[in-house]
């Protein structure tokens, strides 16, 4: 018989129940890789177990509660007990990471939490372990697969926010407060984990900028699709002038962008850097079954050594202020010489256009352009000029477009 490797869980709802359920089916193949045979030996819901119990009864904790406190504390406590602990808590890492991951350090244990960024899809070991050698120049990430889904269903059907909320709502997409993931919040997390670990610098959530999907609509679908666009809230870490941005929006795709492709659900997330050009990983972003897939598989490494906590090795300045290629949507007088007063405002401001598509709508049409890169700041002084010009008649709408394609 192999020794038992002892389980503390934490959390029995969505992702507990069903890691307690994948453990007893996997528990046997393990036994031949690690000569353990994993067995959870305590569980602590609000209504069940003692913490100090199951503390004392575990070579390892993992953490499905979610949240700050008492995730926090318990996971604290755990490490300094000199166990090694596991979560899918991308919250918790977000604000404290950098508190955890000392407190790891200096007790000499492993702090693994691939199920905290894309479910299942393995971005954290392979940006740990696998890409350690690349310095990351950027990483692209559809990190939230409520938003994919809804923007999917938008720009397939046709449906507003609002119905194809509804709709993702109903079949358990999206849970019935949405605001972490609508508001981009929840990606935003993900993405300050996901950039601590590519450029080893702290990275607080505080720290991303983040916009929602909320105020998108069918029309801005319907244009894009003519200017051969996909529209994707898109996490971006990447290095700025000797500093880091780190934010969340939506933003525009060209077909050929390897994230254009992912549909539905799903999560993908692409490493860029000069040696490897670009590396995407994708699969189900979330759900018990899939989130318990990474949780395990975070389980088994920690059974087996060595450690790989990270450390900070940089401090770099969070940058505010980026170079974006930008959709521009407005609604105009349809009379001669607007498209060119609108481009001699941009042009002030540095902006050129890249595409432009105008469409009539009885005594007024609707101009909507792509423009190539420039700095944020400097769009938005554009944009401000041009919405107190006379023959504007609609706030004009600006989405990012992420303009890069690999071949
Ligand atoms: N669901 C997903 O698809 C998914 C995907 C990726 C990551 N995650 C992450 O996985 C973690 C767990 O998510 P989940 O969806 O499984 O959550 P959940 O279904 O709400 O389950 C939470 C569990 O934690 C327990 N709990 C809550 N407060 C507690 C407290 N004060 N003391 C002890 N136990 C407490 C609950 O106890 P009761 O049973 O007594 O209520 C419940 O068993 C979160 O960090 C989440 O962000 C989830």
Redesign the pocket.
Known sequence: MAETFRIGL???????SAFEALLAERADAFVPITGLRPEITGV?????GDFEEVLANADLVVE????IE?ARDYVLRAMKAGKHVV??????LSQHGEELWACAREHGVQLRFE??VA?VVPVIRVLQESLAATRVERIHGIVNGTTNYILTEMAARGLSYEEALQQAQELGYAEADPTDDVTGRDAAAKMAILARLAFSTPVHLDQVVYEGIEHLTADDMEYAKELGLGLKLIGTAERVDGGISVRVHPAFLYAAHPLASVHGPFNAVTVESDAITEVTLSGPG???P??ATAVLGDVISAMIPPACTPETTETLPVVADVKSAFYLAMEVDDEPGVLAQVAEVLGMQGASIKSVVQKGLGRQARLVMVLHPLLESRFYAAVQLISQMAFVRSTPRAIRVIDEEFS
């Not at 934490?10 to 507990?16: A, F, K, P």
């Not at 602590?44 to 069940?48: D, G």
């Open positions: 934490l959390g029995h709802g969505t992702v507990g602590l819901t609000r209504s069940r499905l509660i979610g949240g008492p979560s899918a808590n991308k919250q918790l199920g905290a479910g979330a759900g018990g899939q989130t």
